[in-house]
């Protein structure tokens, strides 16, 4: 399966998980688009394979092309990252990637069918995620479209902001 994470390599992603999955899983490869502290370590964590590919910062045209020759969009973040739904979702949907993904609320409500959860720091069920989201359906671009987004927002902000 081709793996595909965009984004920043910092301390709130598992991205070392990711890779310790990808060399011992000859099944799977992986590019990681973007840049950040950790990106060295993980340069030295998956040396010798060459099934883990880095791709610096890519502009518009970089990335679609990189989505499109992608099967599934990682969302590694652990819980301390205080993230509710990070913009690469919204990616990946229009890119209509399954996706395996750490995070419960509103990212694994927006996910349902289409992907994966898997518990942050391990390998094993990082790699289960992976061969469920093999059967999950493609995540829906209409998730994120702006129209219904914004009037969505825009019913929450009544219900909120309504006298009782």
């Known amino acids: 399966m081709k793996l595909v994470y965009i984004g920043n390599m910092g301390s709130s992603y598992d991205l070392e998980t990711v890779v310790e999955a990808v060399k011992r899983r000859e099944d799977l490869s992986l590019v990681l688009a973007g840049e950040g502290p950790k990106r060295k370590a993980l340069e030295r964590l998956a040396a010798g ?24 969009g990682l969302i590694p973040m652990f819980p301390s990252s205080r993230v509710a739904v990070p913009g690469k979702l919204a990616d990946y949907a229009m890119a209509r990637l ?11 409500e927006l996910v349902g069918n289409a992907g994966a959860k898997y518990e942050a720091g391990s390998v094993e069920s990082f790699c289960r995620a992976v061969e469920e989201a093999k059967r999950a359906e493609t995540m829906r671009p209409d998730l994120f479209d702006a129209a219904r987004v914004m009037d969505d927002y825009a ?9 009782a």
């Open 49 to 72: 394979c060459d099934r883990i590919r880095f791709a610096g910062y890519l502009d518009e045209t970089g990335l679609a092309q990189l989505l499109s020759k992608s099967e599934a």
């Open 98 to 108: 399954k996706i395996v993904y750490s995070l419960d609320g509103e990212t694994a």
């Open 155 to 163: 019913r929450w902000l009544e219900e909120v902001c309504s006298p």
